[in-house]
Nanobody, 123 residues
Framework: QVQLVESGGGLVQPGGSLRLSCAAS????????MAWFRQVPGAVREFLVT????????RYSDSVRGRFTISRDNGKNTVYLEMNSLKPEDTGVYYC????????????????WGQGTQVTVSS
């Protein structure tokens, strides 16, 4: 079956950096659009960034553009999220997701989800 497993979360000080990874198995990774979402208690899951499988088209939310970078390694079936200049408001559970739709951006368009990894930005 399909599995997405996130790793790399943790506690970091404001202004610091973290790199999240999401290892996929059970699907043909190269033809899936991959994305990262974030959720905090009591709020809906927030779209952060997506990277399509066609030409690697990338879209970022305004909240992370210029600070976060998504990349994918199709040979390793892994997508990464490099996070820099972290702020306390970046705290939350980070999820990776996979969609068979090239232009997927809304959470309902994603077919598979990881279990999430906690990121806490605090001094």
């Amino acid at each position: 079956q399909v599995q997405l497993v996130e790793s790399g979360g943790g506690l970091v000080q404001p202004g610091g950096s973290l790199r999240l990874s999401c290892a996929a198995s059970g699907l043909r990774f190269s033809i899936y659009t991959m994305a990262w979402f974030r959720q905090v208690p009591g709020a809906v899951r927030e779209f952060l960034v997506t990277k399509s499988y066609r030409a690697g088209r990338t879209r970022y939310s305004d909240s992370v553009r210029g600070r976060f970078t998504i990349s994918r390694d199709n040979g390793k079936n892994t997508v990464y999220l490099e996070m820099n200049s972290l702020k306390p408001e970046d705290t939350g559970v980070y999820y990776c997701a996979a969609s068979g739709r090239d232009r997927a951006i809304d959470s309902y368009e994603f077919d598979y989800w990881g279990q999430g990894t906690q990121v806490t930005v605090s001094s």
